[in-house]
């Protein structure tokens, strides 16, 4: 089992949720609340502060 940094995690989800629902990124970071720039940097596994990514594992 490999462990994998939270921010991976996540990113994998926000994908997971992008290619589920049809949305395109744009779309996701409106819905989520917070701005496309961070939505990337949450995919790419770059830093995000914490209530970015919690808007975005609550917006659904």
């Given at each position: 089992?490999t462990?994998?940094p939270?921010?991976?995690?996540?990113?994998?989800?926000?994908v997971?949720?992008?290619?589920?629902?049809?949305?395109?990124?744009?779309?996701?970071?409106?819905?989520?609340?917070?701005?496309?720039?961070?939505?990337?940097?949450?995919?790419?596994?770059?830093?995000?502060?914490?209530?970015?990514?919690?808007?975005?594992?609550?917006?659904?």
């Amino acid at each position: 089992m490999t462990l994998k940094p939270l921010i991976s995690v996540i990113g994998e989800y926000v994908v997971d949720e992008l290619e589920k629902n049809n949305l395109t990124q744009r779309q996701f970071a409106k819905i989520s609340g917070v701005s496309r720039a961070t939505l990337v940097k949450i995919i790419r596994g770059d830093k995000a502060k914490t209530g970015s990514v919690q808007r975005v594992l609550t917006c659904y």
